[in-house]
């Protein structure tokens, strides 16, 4: 009977391991690809695609009409990889010039009414002016904004 809390505590560390090891295979392919919303309890609004092909990155991104998780994604737009020491970030997010170490990440639309960033974790951590690891500029405003589930059931 003793044996059987022991069993348990195993399969618990062993389920809870392999949770783990999920999670950082579906992170590891991109920082960016995913879904974002503006508000952390609102459903996905904004969807990136990630497609790699001859050591080449490229994103697309989809909205839906806010709110609404019923509703289809839109049709894919390109998004643009822009290079973290640009001088052009600091026109979407209070990131100094000195700071761009801690930029993972950097995409934007072509008219640059969207752009995400992705800052490390250590340095949103540190800095008390973000609340997520990820920036979100879009149209005439930044803020933070936040990683969610994307709904599967829908594309």
Known sequence: MKKLPLIL????????TACNQTHEKI???DVLA???TVGYHEPAQI????????????????????????????TPTPLEL?????PEIQQYFDIKSGESQYLEKV????????????????FANLNPQFDSSYLGF???????????ACEKNKQ
Not at 9 to 16: E, R, S, T, V
Not at 82 to 86: E, G, R
């Open 9 to 16: 505590l195993i399969n618990a560390i062993g389920i809870l």
């Open 27 to 29: 992170h590891a392919d």
């Open 34 to 36: 995913g879904c974002y």
């Open 47 to 74: 969807k990136i695609n990630h497609q790699r092909s001859d050591n080449h990155d490229s994103y697309t991104m989809q909205m839906r009409i806010f709110n609404n998780p019923n509703q289809a994604w839109d």
């Open 82 to 86: 822009l290079a973290n020491d640009s």
């Open 107 to 122: 995409i934007a639309r072509p008219d640059r009414i969207f752009v995400l960033g992705k800052i490390t974790d250590g």
């Open 138 to 148: 879009i149209y005439k405003g930044s803020n933070t904004i936040y990683k969610v």
